[in-house]
């Protein structure tokens, strides 16, 4: 079993920046890839990026390559995803998920986190 907690969501102006953390415990949790996902308001959740647990493999969907930043901290059991540039679609709730694979399906992971909310205004 393993519990994710997120944190560091808020709000922000377009073009600034954010670093969402999320906190992992539980047995088991370094041998999990995690991914960063998101849901807007009346959209299907989406993937953002994924890391595997050794952090050799890295994955970023299209909207977000070259603007955000997915890291992994095994010592803290945190993963971290650094967001520069970011545009008001960005905004939505973004959770993290633990899973056995750095894939892009939601529901191919296992574990998730309640959500933390990033509102960028234009």
């Known amino acids: 079993q393993v519990q994710l907690v997120e944190s560091g969501g808020g709000l922000v102006q377009a073009g600034g920046s954010l670093r969402l953390s999320c906190a992992a415990s539980?047995?088991?949790?370094?041998?999990?890839?995690i991914g960063w996902f998101r849901q807007a308001p009346g959209k299907e959740r989406e993937f953002t990026a994924a890391i595997s647990w050794s952090g050799g493999s890295i994955t970023y969907s299209r909207s977000v390559k070259g603007r955000f930043t997915i890291s992994r901290d095994n010592a803290r059991n945190t993963v971290a995803l650094q967001m520069n540039s970011l545009k008001p679609e960005d905004t939505a709730v973004y959770y993290c998920?633990?899973?056995?694979?750095?894939?892009?399906?939601?529901?191919?992971?296992?574990?998730w986190g309640q959500g933390t909310q990033v509102t960028v205004s234009s």
């Open positions: 539980g047995r088991g949790y370094m041998r999990y890839v």
């Open positions: 998920a633990a899973g056995p694979s750095v894939v892009e399906t939601a529901r191919l992971y296992d574990y």
